[in-house]
């Protein structure tokens, strides 16, 4: 009975807690936008009971009255309601500016932005993922204040040159330093055969995450002698926790030449207009047909006519294919990844092929233990052909070609017969000769990871990057620089590996009153070896193009090695008191080979601060305000990339009197030291009204013990010693600012825009005024950092038709002799910047990115050849030249052109060449549209995603060339263009 009645007893409490709950629904969607959030955590507070979101934000959870819901979501403030009998709960949660908002990869780590102290700019997957690259840093150009791309060619793997805040140095590199997964790497052209291989082109862009780029002292200093020049962090993406996901994407696309404005070369008729009149101004008849050098008639143009830009330009094509597959479980997680890239140039004999492989495993071993892999293979083949002034040069070639020269003979074989460019028929040297080179990369690291116990950690990162590489140029004998010994070939093999360890001991603490205390210290060492062994042979014809197949007297074989080891010590200290005041500060040693054993060590330090306004009390009033943030910093650290072995004494090999000597060809200089940088820095960040961004960044950094080269009394023996003696100043101001002009639930749209303004002054150029630099570039103290120096081209003489020139009086003058020389123009850019604008609407967005550099002067070199007023003569000529002087009070702007021309008004150090260098490019619009999971859940695919996008669509510039950016330190002619590229694309995740 008893029994019963307790059985009874519980049946009605039962029935009575059961009647207690009720079902309460209701729909989850984001503040802002209205969108659905899905996937939203929903739990009944003190329980484990939930519930999640569907795709549509709506969710079903038994609770009852008094119970508390909590919903969480990534990215998003918590919030916490009571239940009330039966009343659904909907709810807008609102982002959580601060919170979400990135997670910024810095050295040795990552932070929050809003603990972080220094200037670092992000590139973020979604923007990586967008266009076609060829290689990383590309992708950087316009996008991030303070940092200047010059893509100066459009060879497919070709290299570029990136400027953090201008230049730091005169003779050593000014390139920052790339570090991949936490390991610095191989970077720059190591190709031995091809005009610009770019080494990181060997990287697979799809497999990267983000681009962080350390611009200050702050937060570039902890790499210590090898961050003068910034640091380029890249990460790849690794497995995250859930259901394997397999991703596969297929590009497929066409270049063409990137041309813009209306430079272009004489047609048919323009030239021999112009030649025969060259002729007649020097005094001679063209239609003398006993006078060759002479003979020009009219009869030409009867003749079958080429156009020599259309041999050597074609359409290129373009594919790209990833597949990757990513997933794990608490334990373990990984990410998978397989690549191939093909690219045909826009120029003949100009191709890029690259495969990649990448591993990336995490495996969490005990609670407190983790183990991970990061590897990454390449296989990459690159060719091309000669380029700038070299007569076998496509481009250049294609310049001198006359368009009544064919590139086959009546029978259809190769026109060796082409003297207006000695020969060299581009379109046969193409078929003929050899020119590539072939990377094989393995980029790999291992780490461990240990908590010590709550708080402290070690990690260990071994790594090993190495780079094989084999290049080959073979000159075939039936063209000119063959010819004369039956073929010829250059083969070289070289490798290249830098292997690292880096230990670090972690420790963090938090204090309920004290705040947050993180300090780590560390200890690093590396080695980097290079070796090269190259060969060549002439003899061995058109049958085997290999060493092999000629005899011993015709080969000949070179070795070069160098190494460098760095060893480090280094720490670095966070405190963060209630996400107000963050303070770090970190001190870092570096040993390194490349200096003499009595100045070896440099030591590297840092100290900054920042302030989260927007956290005080006195400012909760101002909603507006979502974010403000005001950081301050100073720090040091240095330049090692002088080169190997540079403070040694040297010798060199010589042959006195038919016997084998040696000689001293360098000083020993046994106090080289590093190039050391001292930089401030101050920035402000806000976001307002949840809907605009502006950040604004301050910086001086000035760099002393600046090698230069100083000239040593003639009783030394010696020109001149590399010392450190020079001191140099960038000083400027980055601005970037967003906002998001409409944010509705269906339809976005934002804009982006950045704008840098780098000022570089020389201080002390180790007691002298002034140097020059190459042919025609000066550094002035007090001036503008570099400019050209060239003599003061004046015009044309409307009465005689020559070419005119200012002299030392300012008078003119048509003697070239008699010219004065000046500077013409600064060489680096005043403003550099970038514009993007984003509209999306549902599944369809529409993305776009222009760039922009204005202020600069650029030297066209080529146009020496190509506008030589008669002095080239029997070659074609650039369309513009035309608008030559032909009778006394003409105005024109080109002078008379007379065969053989003797006057110099060509001459290559002139100001004639020197023109503005502002652009202002479309560089790409990418259109994507996502199919609605509800099209596509029956095929089993989580995502399909159809896309077009269009690369370097446009520039408007007024500079004499095909495009306008060009080498920063203008020594560049003829250079490969850019192409502009149409580029379909499909993308599915399963």
């Known amino acids: 009975m008893l029994q019963k009645s307790f059985f009874i007893l519980f049946l009605f409490c039962t029935v009575c807690l059961n009647a207690q709950q009720t079902a309460i629904k209701g729909t989850v969607t984001d503040c802002r936008t209205d969108e659905p959030l899905p996937g939203v955590a929903i739990k009944i507070s003190g329980t484990t009971r939930g519930a999640t979101t569907d795709i549509s934000g709506a969710y079903t959870i038994q609770a009852s009255s008094g119970d508390v819901l909590e919903f969480s979501y990534v990215g998003y403030l918590s919030e916490k309601i009571p239940v009330e009998t039966n009343k659904d709960i909907n709810l807008c949660m609102v982002l959580d500016i601060?919170?979400?908002?990135?997670?910024?990869?810095?050295?040795?780590?990552?932070?929050?932005?809003?603990?972080?102290?220094?200037?670092?700019g992000?590139?973020?997957?979604?923007?990586?993922?967008?266009?076609?690259?060829?290689?990383?840093?590309?992708?950087?150009?316009?996008?991030?204040?303070?940092?200047?791309?010059?893509?100066?060619?459009?060879?497919?793997?070709?290299?570029?040159?990136?400027?953090?805040?201008?230049?730091?140095?005169?003779?050593?590199?000014?390139?920052?330093?790339?570090?991949?997964?936490?390991?610095?790497?191989?970077?720059?052209?190591?190709?031995?055969?091809?005009?610009?291989?770019?080494?990181?082109?060997?990287?697979?862009?799809?497999?990267?995450?983000?681009?962080?780029?350390?611009?200050?002292?702050?937060?570039?200093?902890?790499?210590?002698?090898?961050?003068?020049?910034?640091?380029?962090?890249?990460?790849?993406?690794?497995?995250?926790?859930?259901?394997?996901?397999?991703?596969?994407?297929?590009?497929?696309?066409?270049?063409?030449?990137?041309?813009?404005?209306?430079?272009?070369?004489?047609?048919?008729?323009?030239?021999?207009?112009?030649?025969?009149?060259?002729?007649?101004?020097?005094?001679?008849?063209?239609?003398?047909?006993?006078?060759?050098?002479?003979?020009?008639?009219?009869?030409?143009?009867?003749?079958?006519?080429?156009?020599?830009?259309?041999?050597?330009?074609?359409?290129?094509?373009?594919?790209?294919?990833?597949?990757?597959?990513?997933?794990?479980?608490?334990?373990?997680?990984?990410?998978?990844?397989?690549?191939?890239?093909?690219?045909?140039?826009?120029?003949?004999?100009?191709?890029?092929?690259?495969?990649?492989?990448?591993?990336?495993?995490?495996?969490?071993?005990?609670?407190?233990?983790?183990?991970?892999?990061?590897?990454?293979?390449?296989?990459?083949?690159?060719?091309?052909?000669?380029?700038?002034?070299?007569?076998?040069?496509?481009?250049?070639?294609?310049?001198?070609?006359?368009?009544?020269?064919?590139?086959?003979?009546?029978?259809?074989?190769?026109?060796?017969?082409?003297?207006?460019?000695?020969?060299?028929?581009?379109?046969?040297?193409?078929?003929?000769?050899?020119?590539?080179?072939?990377?094989?990369?393995?980029?790999?690291?291992?780490?461990?990871?240990?908590?010590?116990?709550?708080?402290?950690?070690?990690?260990?990162?071994?790594?090993?990057?190495?780079?094989?590489?084999?290049?080959?140029?073979?000159?075939?004998?039936?063209?000119?620089?063959?010819?004369?010994?039956?073929?010829?070939?250059?083969?070289?093999?070289?490798?290249?590996?830098?292997?690292?360890?880096?230990?670090?001991?972690?420790?963090?603490?938090?204090?309920?009153?004290?705040?947050?205390?993180?300090?780590?210290?560390?200890?690093?060492?590396?080695?980097?070896?290079?070796?090269?062994?190259?060969?060549?042979?002439?003899?061995?014809?058109?049958?085997?193009?290999?060493?092999?197949?000629?005899?011993?007297?015709?080969?000949?074989?070179?070795?070069?090695?160098?190494?460098?080891?760095?060893?480090?010590?280094?720490?670095?200290?966070?405190?963060?008191?209630?996400?107000?005041?963050?303070?770090?500060?970190?001190?870092?040693?570096?040993g390194c080979s490349r200096f003499s054993p009595s100045n070896q060590w440099g030591v590297f330090y840092s100290a900054g601060a920042s302030w989260n306004m927007h956290n005080e009390s006195f400012l909760k009033a101002a909603d507006f305000l979502n974010y403000l943030k005001l950081r301050l910093s100073y720090g040091t650290n240095g330049n090692y990339n002088i080169g190997d072995y540079n403070f040694y004494g040297t010798y060199t090999t010589s042959e006195y009197n038919n016997n084998q000597s040696s000689l001293p060809n360098r000083l020993q200089n046994d106090d080289l030291t590093w190039e050391k940088n001292h930089e401030i820095n101050a920035g402000i960040e806000s976001i307002m009204f949840n809907r605009f961004n502006l950040n604004i960044e301050f910086y001086r950094r000035i760099t002393s013990d600046m090698l230069l080269w100083v000239q040593l009394p003639s009783s030394t023996g010696f020109y001149s010693q590399l010392r450190n003696t020079g001191k140099l100043s960038n000083m400027g101001i980055e601005l970037s600012a967003g906002y998001d002009i409409i944010s509705k639930r269906d339809l976005k749209l934002n804009a982006a825009f950045n704008l840098t303004r780098n000022i570089t002054e020389l201080l002390d150029l180790g007691g002298e005024q002034e140097i020059l630099d190459g042919w025609n570039r000066i550094h002035r103290l007090n001036e503008a950092f570099s400019q050209w120096y060239v003599y003061d081209w004046a015009g044309v003489n409307p009465l005689t038709g020559m070419g005119m020139w200012y002299d030392e009086n300012g008078e003119f003058t048509e003697k070239y002799e008699n010219a004065r020389r000046v500077t013409k123009g600064q060489i680096e850019p005043k403003y550099v910047g970038g514009v993007s604008l984003n509209l999306s609407w549902k599944g369809l967005s529409i993305s776009s990115m222009m760039e922009f550099k204005t202020g600069h002067y650029v030297y066209i070199m080529e146009s020496t050849y190509t506008k030589s007023d008669g002095w080239y003569i029997g070659h074609n000529q650039v369309a513009s030249q035309m608008d030559y002087w032909k009778n006394p009070g003409d105005k024109a702007s080109v002078p008379k052109p007379i065969a053989n021309n003797t006057s110099n008004s060509n001459a290559w150090k002139s100001s004639r060449w020197i023109e503005k260098g502002d652009y202002f490019r479309l560089k790409n619009v990418v259109v994507n549209y996502s199919m609605p999971l509800k099209w596509i859940s029956h095929l089993k695919l989580k995502t399909l995603d159809i896309s077009m996008e269009a690369n370097n669509i446009y520039a408007w510039h007024d500079v004499s060339y095909w495009d306008p950016e060009r080498s920063y330190n203008g020594n560049t002619y003829s250079t490969y263009p850019l192409s502009r590229q149409l580029i379909f694309g499909i993308k599915i995740g399963i």
């Open 98 to 120: 601060i919170g979400l908002e990135e997670v910024v990869v810095i050295g040795y780590g990552v932070t929050r932005k809003e603990a972080s102290t220094g200037s670092v």
């Open 122 to 590: 992000v590139v973020k997957e979604n923007e990586i993922g967008k266009v076609n690259v060829t290689s990383p840093e590309k992708i950087l150009q316009g996008r991030i204040a303070g940092v200047q791309i010059n893509n100066y060619s459009g060879q497919p793997g070709g290299g570029t040159e990136i400027y953090i805040r201008g230049i730091s140095s005169l003779n050593s590199s000014n390139q920052p330093l790339f570090v991949v997964d936490g390991v610095p790497v191989i970077s720059g052209s190591f190709g031995y055969s091809t005009t610009n291989s770019n080494i990181l082109s060997t990287l697979d862009p799809s497999d990267i995450e983000s681009i962080s780029v350390l611009k200050d002292a702050s937060a570039a200093s902890v790499y210590g002698s090898r961050a003068a020049n910034g640091v380029v962090l890249i990460t790849t993406k690794s497995g995250i926790k859930g259901k394997t996901t397999i991703e596969a994407s297929i590009r497929k696309g066409s270049s063409t030449l990137a041309k813009s404005g209306d430079y272009r070369f004489m047609t048919s008729e323009e030239l021999l207009t112009y030649h025969r009149d060259a002729v007649v101004n020097a005094g001679f008849n063209p239609d003398d047909r006993f006078d060759p050098p002479h003979y020009y008639p009219k009869t030409l143009l009867d003749l079958p006519q080429t156009d020599w830009f259309k041999e050597v330009f074609r359409t290129g094509q373009i594919w790209n294919v990833d597949l990757s597959a990513s997933g794990g479980d608490d334990n373990t997680q990984f990410f998978v990844s397989g690549g191939y890239y093909s690219e045909e140039g826009i120029m003949i004999g100009s191709d890029m092929k690259r495969y990649n492989l990448t591993l990336n495993l995490d495996q969490k071993l005990k609670k407190n233990i983790s183990i991970g892999v990061k590897a990454k293979g390449s296989y990459s083949d690159i060719s091309d052909l000669p380029q700038e002034l070299y007569w076998a040069s496509p481009i250049y070639g294609a310049q001198n070609m006359l368009p009544w020269q064919n590139v086959t003979d009546a029978d259809g074989n190769i026109n060796w017969n082409v003297p207006s460019n000695f020969n060299y028929n581009p379109v046969g040297i193409a078929r003929v000769n050899e020119q590539w080179d072939k990377f094989y990369r393995m980029l790999s690291s291992v780490y461990f990871h240990w908590e010590i116990f709550k708080g402290l950690t070690f990690k260990t990162n071994n790594s090993l990057d190495y780079l094989d590489s084999q290049g080959k140029n073979y000159y075939s004998p039936v063209m000119p620089d063959g010819a004369d010994v039956n073929g010829a070939i250059w083969s070289g093999i070289s490798k290249n590996s830098s292997m690292q360890t880096s230990n670090i001991l972690e420790y963090s603490r938090e204090f309920v009153t004290a705040g947050r205390f993180n300090f780590l210290a560390g200890q690093e060492a590396q080695l980097t070896s290079y070796s090269l062994y190259d060969l060549n042979a002439t003899g061995m014809g058109t049958k085997i193009h290999q060493v092999s197949n000629t005899t011993k007297e015709r080969k000949d074989i070179g070795q070069s090695l160098r190494e460098t080891s760095l060893i480090s010590f280094f720490g670095i200290l966070n405190y963060n008191f209630k996400d107000k005041y963050i303070l770090s500060a970190s001190l870092r040693g570096d």
